[in-house]
């Protein structure tokens, strides 16, 4: 009989991370592929990933949590809407997947897990609320209340990269304008060093990483500005809910303090100072992992 172990698969509009996790969340093995340009590939590349797991004499896994970008729906059990990855839209996973697994599995949205990974082995380890934000291409959220993972009514809590920070900013994947994910990700922080240098060559985000960690004014400052509406975001998620914690993940938090620290100072202001002063700020511990771990112990979980 296998002890806990679970596979994890965190899909995203570039890559499908997989793994087996432990029932204390040690990552096992780990792998990464292209994300399939179809869901059917991407279904037969799961099913036979799980093929070759369950194959195994030892360390096999017992269920699989699946992350998926978008919308999941509760009630009609299947994703409404995933932007950076289109290809799910409406798709009905479950019954999907349920032919392809012939195991125990659960769904869940891919940031959700994430929170869910942080919360139960990373940085949010412990507390009771913990708000985590994966800060990357875009920005993906999850709420931990009352020790749940907070799904809201129907499914689709903890969409933080699009709330409205900048009623002015530039239009988001999702048909709206100045969200989050618009102001504070990295496609906007390397626009924002190349309108501060008035460089017109194309940039990569790494480039402005390095120039920042340099010293570069105009790289500093294009962080700066993203962590003033990341700050604000901040702000209200602080005098909304009053979190124990909240946790920074993510690509562009791998980078150095330009980001977290002006956003830190921004949240600061834009809080009630008692319930900002209760409030732990940190970076992520899991790195790129929280979702592939998230997914596996959510596939454990009790409820
Ligand atoms: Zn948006």
């Given at each position: 009989m296998s002890r806990g172990i679970f596979a994890g698969f965190d899909l995203g509009g570039t890559n499908l991370k997989y793994g087996l996790v432990t029932?204390?969340?040690?990552?096992l093995e780990k792998s990464s592929l292209p994300t399939p340009s179809t869901f059917g590939a991407a279904l037969e590349l799961i099913a036979s990933v799980w093929r070759e797991y369950r194959s195994r004499?030892?360390?096999?896994?017992v269920a699989a949590g699946f992350g998926f970008p978008g919308i999941f729906s509760?009630?009609?059990?299947?994703?409404?809407?995933?932007?950076?990855?289109?290809?799910?839209?409406?798709?009905?996973l479950e019954p999907a997947l349920a032919g392809i697994l012939n195991a125990p599995f659960r769904v869940d949205n891919d940031a959700n897990l994430a929170a869910y990974g942080e919360w139960r082995c990373g940085?949010?380890?412990?507390?009771a609320s913990l708000v985590h934000l994966t800060i990357g291409t875009g920005i993906g959220s999850g709420l931990i209340l009352g020790g749940n993972l907070w799904h809201g009514h129907c499914g689709?809590?903890?969409?933080?990269?699009?709330?409205?920070?900048?009623?002015?900013g530039d239009k988001c994947n999702c048909g709206r304008h100045g969200c989050l994910e618009t102001e504070a990700a990295a496609p906007k922080i390397v626009k924002n060093y190349k309108d501060l240098s008035k460089t017109k060559r194309a940039v990569k985000a790494e480039e402005v990483f390095d120039k920042a960690a340099r010293g570069e004014v105009a790289a500093v400052k294009a962080f700066a500005i993203a962590g003033y509406y990341l700050g604000i975001a901040l702000g209200i998620v602080i005098n909304m809910l009053n979190p124990e914690k909240i946790v920074l993940g993510g690509g562009v938090m791998a980078t150095g303090d330009f980001l977290l620290q002006a956003a830190v100072e921004e949240s600061a202001r834009r809080s009630y100072k008692a319930s900002f002063d209760c409030c732990s700020i940190e970076r992520a511990?899991?790195?790129?992992?929280a979702g592939l771990i998230g997914a596996g112990l959510w596939a454990g979980a009790k409820s």
């Open positions: 029932e204390g969340g040690e990552v004499p030892k360390d096999r896994p509760l009630r009609e059990r299947r994703i409404l809407q995933a932007p950076n990855y289109p290809e799910l839209d409406n798709v009905a940085a949010g380890r412990g507390v689709f809590a903890g969409e933080l990269g699009h709330i409205t920070v900048n009623p002015e511990a899991l790195g790129n992992d």
